[in-house]
Protein backbone atom coordinates (compact mmCIF):
# COMPACT_ATOMS: atom_id res chain seq x y z
CA UNK A 1 0.00 0.00 0.00
CA UNK A 2 1.18 3.31 -0.95
CA UNK A 3 0.87 5.48 1.63
CA UNK A 4 2.09 8.33 4.32
CA UNK A 5 1.54 10.27 7.34
CA UNK A 6 1.59 13.94 6.94
CA UNK A 7 0.33 16.21 10.18
CA UNK A 8 -1.36 13.01 11.55
CA UNK A 9 -3.42 12.26 8.60
CA UNK A 10 -2.48 9.15 6.73
CA UNK A 11 -2.70 9.65 2.87
CA UNK A 12 -3.58 6.06 0.77
CA UNK A 13 -3.52 6.53 -2.67
CA UNK A 14 -6.95 5.21 -4.07
CA UNK A 15 -7.89 4.93 -0.86
CA UNK A 16 -5.91 1.55 -0.46
CA UNK A 17 -6.30 -0.42 2.51
CA UNK A 18 -8.46 2.55 4.13
CA UNK A 19 -11.75 1.30 5.95
CA UNK A 20 -14.69 3.99 4.82
CA UNK A 21 -17.77 1.81 5.64
CA UNK A 22 -19.40 -1.10 7.46
CA UNK A 23 -21.58 -3.29 6.00
CA UNK A 24 -23.44 -6.64 7.10
CA UNK A 25 -24.00 -7.31 3.03
CA UNK A 26 -20.38 -9.24 1.97
CA UNK A 27 -17.32 -9.86 2.08
CA UNK A 28 -14.28 -11.21 0.29
CA UNK A 29 -11.91 -13.36 1.62
CA UNK A 30 -9.01 -13.16 -0.80
CA UNK A 31 -6.50 -15.20 1.01
CA UNK A 32 -9.06 -18.04 1.31
CA UNK A 33 -10.66 -17.91 -1.63
CA UNK A 34 -14.08 -16.81 -0.42
CA UNK A 35 -17.27 -14.54 -0.92
CA UNK A 36 -19.61 -14.39 1.75
CA UNK A 37 -23.33 -12.55 0.64
CA UNK A 38 -24.44 -12.51 4.42
CA UNK A 39 -22.84 -15.27 5.50
CA UNK A 40 -23.55 -17.29 3.03
CA UNK A 41 -20.50 -18.91 0.56
CA UNK A 42 -20.96 -18.17 -3.05
CA UNK A 43 -20.76 -21.67 -3.71
CA UNK A 44 -23.53 -22.83 -1.96
CA UNK A 45 -25.53 -19.97 -3.19
CA UNK A 46 -25.57 -20.65 -6.53
CA UNK A 47 -25.74 -24.21 -6.74
CA UNK A 48 -28.74 -23.79 -4.60
CA UNK A 49 -30.26 -20.20 -5.19
CA UNK A 50 -31.33 -18.13 -7.99
CA UNK A 51 -30.74 -14.49 -8.94
CA UNK A 52 -34.09 -13.30 -7.16
CA UNK A 53 -33.56 -14.80 -3.68
CA UNK A 54 -30.05 -13.36 -3.64
CA UNK A 55 -31.55 -10.13 -4.61
CA UNK A 56 -33.83 -10.26 -2.19
CA UNK A 57 -31.17 -11.19 0.42
CA UNK A 58 -28.75 -8.71 -0.44
CA UNK A 59 -31.28 -6.03 0.20
CA UNK A 60 -34.19 -7.22 2.05
CA UNK A 61 -31.26 -8.71 5.16
CA UNK A 62 -31.96 -12.61 4.70
CA UNK A 63 -33.47 -15.31 2.65
CA UNK A 64 -37.21 -14.83 1.70
CA UNK A 65 -39.81 -17.45 2.67
CA UNK A 66 -42.18 -18.36 0.20
CA UNK A 67 -44.65 -15.40 0.68
CA UNK A 68 -41.90 -13.01 0.72
CA UNK A 69 -40.57 -14.78 -1.98
CA UNK A 70 -43.74 -14.77 -4.13
CA UNK A 71 -44.10 -10.87 -3.30
CA UNK A 72 -40.86 -9.72 -4.01
CA UNK A 73 -41.82 -11.66 -7.69
CA UNK A 74 -44.96 -9.60 -7.65
CA UNK A 75 -43.33 -6.61 -6.88
CA UNK A 76 -40.68 -7.42 -9.58
CA UNK A 77 -43.14 -7.84 -12.10
CA UNK A 78 -45.28 -5.09 -11.49
CA UNK A 79 -42.62 -2.82 -12.06
CA UNK A 80 -40.85 -4.71 -15.09
CA UNK A 81 -42.06 -2.55 -17.93
CA UNK A 82 -40.40 -0.31 -19.59
CA UNK A 83 -41.61 2.87 -20.89
CA UNK A 84 -41.42 3.57 -24.75
CA UNK A 85 -39.36 6.57 -24.77
CA UNK A 86 -36.61 4.15 -22.99
CA UNK A 87 -36.90 1.97 -25.77
CA UNK A 88 -36.79 5.37 -28.32
CA UNK A 89 -33.61 6.51 -26.28
CA UNK A 90 -32.03 3.37 -26.58
CA UNK A 91 -32.73 3.15 -30.31
CA UNK A 92 -31.33 6.58 -30.62
CA UNK A 93 -28.10 6.08 -29.10
CA UNK A 94 -28.41 3.01 -31.46
CA UNK A 95 -24.87 1.41 -32.37
CA UNK A 96 -23.01 5.17 -31.96
CA UNK A 97 -22.76 4.92 -28.50
CA UNK A 98 -20.94 2.96 -26.27
CA UNK A 99 -23.35 0.35 -24.43
CA UNK A 100 -22.66 0.95 -21.13
CA UNK A 101 -23.30 4.76 -22.34
CA UNK A 102 -26.63 4.04 -23.33
CA UNK A 103 -27.19 2.27 -20.07
CA UNK A 104 -26.40 5.27 -17.88
CA UNK A 105 -28.57 7.38 -19.81
CA UNK A 106 -31.56 5.21 -19.85
CA UNK A 107 -31.34 4.92 -15.94
CA UNK A 108 -30.88 8.32 -15.11
CA UNK A 109 -33.87 8.52 -17.38
CA UNK A 110 -36.02 6.83 -15.64
CA UNK A 111 -36.15 9.40 -12.93
CA UNK A 112 -37.91 11.60 -14.91
CA UNK A 113 -40.88 9.54 -14.99
CA UNK A 114 -41.21 9.28 -11.11
CA UNK A 115 -42.57 11.95 -9.38
CA UNK A 116 -41.01 11.01 -6.03
CA UNK A 117 -37.10 10.72 -7.04
CA UNK A 118 -36.06 12.89 -4.55
CA UNK A 119 -37.82 12.11 -1.51
CA UNK A 120 -35.28 10.09 0.45
CA UNK A 121 -36.68 7.94 2.97
CA UNK A 122 -35.90 4.73 2.99
CA UNK A 123 -38.92 2.74 2.15
CA UNK A 124 -39.01 5.33 -1.36
CA UNK A 125 -35.81 4.56 -2.01
CA UNK A 126 -36.34 1.01 -1.86
CA UNK A 127 -39.17 1.14 -4.31
CA UNK A 128 -37.10 2.92 -6.33
CA UNK A 129 -34.18 -0.09 -6.08
CA UNK A 130 -36.34 -3.13 -6.97
CA UNK A 131 -38.15 -0.82 -9.90
CA UNK A 132 -34.55 -0.38 -11.67
CA UNK A 133 -33.70 -4.23 -10.87
CA UNK A 134 -36.82 -5.00 -12.03
CA UNK A 135 -36.39 -3.70 -15.29
CA UNK A 136 -33.08 -4.11 -16.12
CA UNK A 137 -33.00 -7.36 -18.04
CA UNK A 138 -35.83 -5.69 -20.66
CA UNK A 139 -32.55 -2.26 -21.05
CA UNK A 140 -30.14 -4.66 -21.63
CA UNK A 141 -31.48 -7.14 -23.52
CA UNK A 142 -32.73 -4.22 -25.73
CA UNK A 143 -29.30 -2.87 -26.05
CA UNK A 144 -27.69 -5.75 -26.99
CA UNK A 145 -30.47 -6.12 -29.36
CA UNK A 146 -30.02 -2.89 -30.81
CA UNK A 147 -26.17 -2.81 -31.53
CA UNK A 148 -27.32 -5.71 -33.06
CA UNK A 149 -29.42 -3.75 -35.29
CA UNK A 150 -32.32 -6.70 -34.97
CA UNK A 151 -35.95 -5.30 -33.01
CA UNK A 152 -36.38 -4.54 -29.49
CA UNK A 153 -38.67 -7.50 -27.70
CA UNK A 154 -40.94 -6.07 -25.38
CA UNK A 155 -42.86 -7.75 -22.02
CA UNK A 156 -42.08 -11.45 -21.36
CA UNK A 157 -42.85 -11.39 -17.43
CA UNK A 158 -43.32 -15.34 -16.62
CA UNK A 159 -39.37 -15.66 -17.48
CA UNK A 160 -37.04 -15.87 -14.44
CA UNK A 161 -34.82 -12.78 -14.19
CA UNK A 162 -31.96 -14.64 -16.19
CA UNK A 163 -34.29 -15.96 -18.86
CA UNK A 164 -36.10 -12.86 -19.38
CA UNK A 165 -32.47 -11.49 -19.65
CA UNK A 166 -31.40 -14.19 -22.25
CA UNK A 167 -35.10 -13.59 -24.02
CA UNK A 168 -34.81 -10.13 -24.62
CA UNK A 169 -31.23 -10.06 -25.57
CA UNK A 170 -31.16 -13.05 -27.93
CA UNK A 171 -34.79 -13.00 -29.50
CA UNK A 172 -35.40 -16.89 -28.18
CA UNK A 173 -37.11 -18.73 -25.40
CA UNK A 174 -33.26 -20.29 -24.22
CA UNK A 175 -33.06 -23.81 -22.55
CA UNK A 176 -33.27 -24.47 -18.88
CA UNK A 177 -29.32 -25.01 -18.80
CA UNK A 178 -28.29 -21.69 -20.45
CA UNK A 179 -30.68 -19.77 -17.93
CA UNK A 180 -29.15 -21.43 -14.86
CA UNK A 181 -25.55 -20.91 -16.50
CA UNK A 182 -26.86 -17.06 -16.95
CA UNK A 183 -28.55 -17.08 -13.62
CA UNK A 184 -25.09 -18.19 -12.06
CA UNK A 185 -22.94 -15.76 -13.48
CA UNK A 186 -25.23 -12.94 -12.07
CA UNK A 187 -25.21 -14.57 -8.94
CA UNK A 188 -21.65 -14.55 -9.26
CA UNK A 189 -21.46 -10.98 -9.97
CA UNK A 190 -24.13 -9.51 -7.67
CA UNK A 191 -21.60 -7.96 -4.63
CA UNK A 192 -18.30 -7.94 -4.05
CA UNK A 193 -17.39 -5.57 -1.23
CA UNK A 194 -16.08 -2.07 -1.64
CA UNK A 195 -15.44 -2.01 -5.53
CA UNK A 196 -15.08 0.90 -7.37
CA UNK A 197 -18.73 1.11 -8.67
CA UNK A 198 -20.26 0.45 -5.07
CA UNK A 199 -18.11 3.22 -3.29
CA UNK A 200 -19.16 5.53 -6.29
CA UNK A 201 -23.00 4.59 -5.84
CA UNK A 202 -22.34 5.08 -1.47
CA UNK A 203 -20.92 8.75 -2.44
CA UNK A 204 -24.07 9.57 -4.91
CA UNK A 205 -26.69 8.34 -2.00
CA UNK A 206 -24.49 9.91 1.14
CA UNK A 207 -25.17 13.42 -0.25
CA UNK A 208 -29.14 12.03 -0.15
CA UNK A 209 -29.29 12.35 -4.18
CA UNK A 210 -31.62 9.19 -4.89
CA UNK A 211 -31.26 5.23 -6.04
CA UNK A 212 -31.72 6.50 -9.70
CA UNK A 213 -28.28 9.02 -9.33
CA UNK A 214 -26.55 6.41 -7.25
CA UNK A 215 -27.02 3.60 -10.04
CA UNK A 216 -25.88 6.11 -12.57
CA UNK A 217 -22.82 6.80 -10.98
CA UNK A 218 -21.89 3.02 -10.67
CA UNK A 219 -22.70 2.36 -13.92
CA UNK A 220 -20.12 5.02 -15.29
CA UNK A 221 -17.23 3.66 -12.45
CA UNK A 222 -17.98 0.29 -14.04
CA UNK A 223 -17.40 1.05 -17.63
CA UNK A 224 -13.56 2.15 -17.04
CA UNK A 225 -11.36 -0.93 -18.47
CA UNK A 226 -9.80 -1.34 -14.99
CA UNK A 227 -12.94 -2.36 -13.47
CA UNK A 228 -15.73 -4.16 -16.29
CA UNK A 229 -14.68 -4.76 -19.31
CA UNK A 230 -11.43 -7.25 -18.97
CA UNK A 231 -13.47 -10.35 -19.77
CA UNK A 232 -13.99 -8.58 -23.44
CA UNK A 233 -10.53 -8.45 -23.64
CA UNK A 234 -9.65 -12.19 -22.19
CA UNK A 235 -11.94 -13.39 -24.77
CA UNK A 236 -10.23 -11.51 -27.30
CA UNK A 237 -6.82 -12.84 -26.53
CA UNK A 238 -8.00 -16.08 -26.71
CA UNK A 239 -9.62 -16.15 -29.78
CA UNK A 240 -6.50 -14.27 -30.91
CA UNK A 241 -4.07 -17.17 -29.54
CA UNK A 242 -6.76 -19.46 -31.68
CA UNK A 243 -5.83 -23.12 -30.69
CA UNK A 244 -3.75 -24.86 -27.21
CA UNK A 245 -0.71 -25.33 -29.24
CA UNK A 246 0.11 -21.66 -30.01
CA UNK A 247 -0.70 -20.41 -26.57
CA UNK A 248 2.85 -21.53 -25.10
CA UNK A 249 4.56 -18.79 -27.78
CA UNK A 250 2.06 -15.92 -27.48
CA UNK A 251 1.88 -15.87 -23.76
CA UNK A 252 5.95 -15.75 -23.63
CA UNK A 253 5.55 -13.26 -26.02
CA UNK A 254 3.47 -11.05 -23.32
CA UNK A 255 5.55 -11.73 -20.90
CA UNK A 256 8.45 -10.71 -22.58
CA UNK A 257 6.94 -7.33 -23.46
CA UNK A 258 5.62 -7.04 -19.95
CA UNK A 259 1.94 -7.02 -20.61
CA UNK A 260 -0.93 -7.78 -18.14
CA UNK A 261 -2.60 -11.69 -19.53
CA UNK A 262 -6.13 -10.53 -19.50
CA UNK A 263 -8.71 -12.59 -16.97
CA UNK A 264 -5.39 -13.15 -14.27
CA UNK A 265 -4.50 -11.80 -11.26
CA UNK A 266 -6.64 -10.02 -8.71
CA UNK A 267 -6.35 -7.20 -6.16
CA UNK A 268 -7.90 -9.14 -3.67
CA UNK A 269 -7.51 -12.88 -4.28
CA UNK A 270 -4.51 -14.25 -4.15
CA UNK A 271 -5.65 -17.37 -4.64
CA UNK A 272 -8.36 -18.77 -7.58
CA UNK A 273 -10.91 -16.78 -7.65
CA UNK A 274 -14.03 -18.70 -6.50
CA UNK A 275 -16.26 -17.18 -9.22
CA UNK A 276 -13.49 -18.39 -12.24
CA UNK A 277 -14.10 -22.11 -10.25
CA UNK A 278 -17.49 -22.27 -10.52
CA UNK A 279 -18.13 -20.37 -14.22
CA UNK A 280 -15.00 -23.00 -15.68
CA UNK A 281 -17.61 -26.04 -15.54
CA UNK A 282 -20.08 -24.12 -16.92
CA UNK A 283 -17.82 -22.43 -19.86
CA UNK A 284 -16.43 -26.56 -20.51
CA UNK A 285 -20.07 -27.47 -20.97
CA UNK A 286 -21.44 -24.73 -22.75
CA UNK A 287 -18.63 -24.23 -25.30
CA UNK A 288 -18.92 -27.71 -26.48
CA UNK A 289 -22.54 -27.04 -26.68
CA UNK A 290 -22.45 -24.49 -28.61
CA UNK A 291 -19.21 -25.63 -31.29
CA UNK A 292 -16.94 -23.38 -29.35
CA UNK A 293 -14.89 -25.87 -27.74
CA UNK A 294 -11.71 -24.62 -29.08
CA UNK A 295 -12.07 -21.73 -27.24
CA UNK A 296 -12.34 -23.59 -23.80
CA UNK A 297 -9.19 -25.75 -24.54
CA UNK A 298 -7.37 -22.73 -25.66
CA UNK A 299 -8.27 -21.55 -22.25
CA UNK A 300 -7.30 -23.98 -20.54
CA UNK A 301 -3.87 -24.32 -21.62
CA UNK A 302 -3.57 -20.88 -20.94
CA UNK A 303 -4.66 -21.49 -17.50
CA UNK A 304 -2.07 -24.07 -17.33
CA UNK A 305 0.92 -22.35 -18.55
CA UNK A 306 0.01 -18.92 -16.43
CA UNK A 307 -0.47 -21.26 -13.22
CA UNK A 308 2.98 -22.78 -14.09
CA UNK A 309 4.38 -19.56 -14.26
CA UNK A 310 2.59 -16.92 -11.91
CA UNK A 311 0.63 -18.86 -9.92
CA UNK A 312 3.44 -18.58 -7.22
CA UNK A 313 3.38 -14.89 -7.31
CA UNK A 314 -0.60 -15.10 -6.75
CA UNK A 315 -1.77 -14.54 -9.78
CA UNK A 316 -4.67 -17.11 -10.95
CA UNK A 317 -8.00 -17.02 -13.69
CA UNK A 318 -10.03 -14.21 -12.34
CA UNK A 319 -13.78 -14.50 -12.67
CA UNK A 320 -13.04 -12.48 -16.32
CA UNK A 321 -11.86 -15.20 -17.49
CA UNK A 322 -14.46 -18.01 -18.07
CA UNK A 323 -17.38 -15.26 -18.20
CA UNK A 324 -16.63 -13.65 -21.59
CA UNK A 325 -16.89 -17.18 -23.12
CA UNK A 326 -19.74 -18.01 -21.26
CA UNK A 327 -22.01 -15.20 -23.02
CA UNK A 328 -20.32 -15.39 -26.59
CA UNK A 329 -20.91 -18.88 -26.57
CA UNK A 330 -24.54 -18.28 -25.79
CA UNK A 331 -24.83 -15.89 -28.41
CA UNK A 332 -24.26 -12.68 -26.56
CA UNK A 333 -22.10 -10.03 -28.80
CA UNK A 334 -18.89 -8.95 -26.36
CA UNK A 335 -20.10 -5.65 -26.12
CA UNK A 336 -23.08 -6.26 -24.14
CA UNK A 337 -20.31 -8.18 -21.72
CA UNK A 338 -20.12 -4.87 -19.48
CA UNK A 339 -23.64 -4.29 -19.18
CA UNK A 340 -24.25 -7.57 -18.53
CA UNK A 341 -22.16 -7.42 -15.19
CA UNK A 342 -24.21 -4.36 -14.13
CA UNK A 343 -27.68 -6.31 -14.81
CA UNK A 344 -26.02 -8.82 -12.12
CA UNK A 345 -24.30 -6.02 -9.82
CA UNK A 346 -27.18 -3.94 -9.05
CA UNK A 347 -28.52 -5.61 -6.41
CA UNK A 348 -25.55 -5.33 -4.65
CA UNK A 349 -25.29 -1.79 -6.04
CA UNK A 350 -29.26 -1.27 -4.58
CA UNK A 351 -28.34 -3.06 -1.08
CA UNK A 352 -25.20 -0.85 -0.17
CA UNK A 353 -26.99 2.15 -1.25
CA UNK A 354 -29.77 1.74 1.08
CA UNK A 355 -27.73 0.17 3.90
CA UNK A 356 -25.17 3.26 3.87
CA UNK A 357 -28.37 5.22 3.76
CA UNK A 358 -29.65 4.04 7.03
CA UNK A 359 -26.62 5.47 8.98
CA UNK A 360 -25.44 8.10 6.61
CA UNK A 361 -22.49 10.06 6.76
CA UNK A 362 -21.45 12.38 3.82
CA UNK A 363 -18.32 11.25 1.73
CA UNK A 364 -15.97 14.18 2.49
CA UNK A 365 -12.41 13.13 2.22
CA UNK A 366 -9.22 14.99 2.24
CA UNK A 367 -6.71 15.96 -0.45
CA UNK A 368 -2.92 16.85 0.16
CA UNK A 369 -2.18 20.21 -1.08
CA UNK A 370 0.88 19.53 -2.74
CA UNK A 371 1.12 22.90 -4.83
CA UNK A 372 2.29 25.87 -3.73
CA UNK A 373 0.88 28.02 -0.65
CA UNK A 374 2.14 31.63 -1.59
CA UNK A 375 0.54 33.90 -1.21
CA UNK A 376 1.83 34.93 -4.61
CA UNK A 377 1.24 38.62 -5.90
CA UNK A 378 -1.44 38.67 -8.42
CA UNK A 379 -0.22 40.25 -12.20
CA UNK A 380 -2.60 41.10 -14.21
CA UNK A 381 -3.02 39.59 -17.96
CA UNK A 382 -1.64 42.55 -19.67
CA UNK A 383 1.51 42.26 -17.70
CA UNK A 384 1.77 38.79 -17.52
CA UNK A 385 4.26 37.07 -19.90
N1 LIG B 1 -0.53 -11.01 -16.10
C1 LIG B 1 0.80 -10.98 -15.87
N2 LIG B 1 1.35 -10.50 -14.75
C2 LIG B 1 0.51 -10.03 -13.81
C3 LIG B 1 -0.89 -10.03 -13.99
C4 LIG B 1 -1.39 -10.55 -15.18
N3 LIG B 1 -2.69 -10.59 -15.44
N4 LIG B 1 -1.47 -9.50 -12.90
C5 LIG B 1 -0.49 -9.16 -12.07
N5 LIG B 1 0.71 -9.47 -12.62
C6 LIG B 1 2.03 -9.25 -12.03
C7 LIG B 1 2.47 -7.80 -12.25
O1 LIG B 1 3.17 -7.66 -13.44
C8 LIG B 1 3.32 -7.57 -11.04
O2 LIG B 1 4.57 -8.19 -11.25
P1 LIG B 1 5.92 -7.57 -10.62
O3 LIG B 1 5.74 -7.70 -9.14
O4 LIG B 1 6.98 -8.44 -11.19
O5 LIG B 1 5.98 -6.16 -11.08
C9 LIG B 1 2.61 -8.36 -9.94
O6 LIG B 1 1.91 -9.40 -10.62
C10 LIG B 1 1.61 -7.51 -9.16
O7 LIG B 1 0.79 -6.85 -10.10
P2 LIG B 1 -0.18 -5.61 -9.78
O8 LIG B 1 -0.75 -5.08 -11.04
O9 LIG B 1 0.55 -4.66 -8.88
O10 LIG B 1 -1.25 -6.36 -8.93
P3 LIG B 1 -2.63 -5.79 -8.51
O11 LIG B 1 -3.09 -6.67 -7.43
O12 LIG B 1 -2.62 -4.35 -8.29
O13 LIG B 1 -3.46 -6.03 -9.89
C11 LIG B 1 -5.10 -6.46 -11.47
C12 LIG B 1 -4.66 -6.61 -10.00
C13 LIG B 1 -5.21 -4.96 -11.83
C14 LIG B 1 -6.46 -7.09 -11.63
C15 LIG B 1 -4.06 -7.14 -12.39
O14 LIG B 1 -3.88 -8.48 -11.97
C16 LIG B 1 -4.44 -7.07 -13.85
O15 LIG B 1 -4.23 -6.04 -14.50
N6 LIG B 1 -5.05 -8.17 -14.43
C17 LIG B 1 -5.43 -8.21 -15.80
C18 LIG B 1 -6.75 -7.47 -16.01
C19 LIG B 1 -7.93 -8.24 -15.43
O16 LIG B 1 -8.10 -9.44 -15.63
N7 LIG B 1 -8.80 -7.51 -14.70
C20 LIG B 1 -10.00 -8.06 -14.11
C21 LIG B 1 -9.91 -8.12 -12.60
S1 LIG B 1 -11.37 -8.91 -11.91
C22 LIG B 1 -12.60 -7.76 -11.98
O17 LIG B 1 -12.38 -6.57 -12.08
C23 LIG B 1 -14.02 -8.24 -11.95
Given at each position: MESSNTQNNTYAKGL?????AETEIGFVDGQEGRLVYRGYDISVLSENSNYEEISYLLNFGKLPNRKQMTEYLEQMRANSEVPQDTYDLIQTYG???HPMVTLRTVISNL??????????SIENQKRIAISIIAKMPAIVGAIHRTILGKDILKS?????YAGSFLYYALGRNPDPVETKIMDTALMLHADHGMNASTFSALVTIS???DIYSATTSAISTLKGPLHGGANERALKMIMDIGSPEKAGPYLEAMVARKEKIMGFGHRVYKVYDPRAKILKKYASYISEKSDKKSIFETANKVEEIMINKLGEKGIFPNVDFYSGMIYYSM??????FTPIFALGRISGWTARSLEYLQNNKLFRPKALYVGERGPKTYISIQERQ
Amino acid sequence: MESSNTQNNTYAKGLEGVIAAETEIGFVDGQEGRLVYRGYDISVLSENSNYEEISYLLNFGKLPNRKQMTEYLEQMRANSEVPQDTYDLIQTYGKKAHPMVTLRTVISNLASYDPRESDSSIENQKRIAISIIAKMPAIVGAIHRTILGKDILKSRSELSYAGSFLYYALGRNPDPVETKIMDTALMLHADHGMNASTFSALVTISTLADIYSATTSAISTLKGPLHGGANERALKMIMDIGSPEKAGPYLEAMVARKEKIMGFGHRVYKVYDPRAKILKKYASYISEKSDKKSIFETANKVEEIMINKLGEKGIFPNVDFYSGMIYYSMGLTPEIFTPIFALGRISGWTARSLEYLQNNKLFRPKALYVGERGPKTYISIQERQ
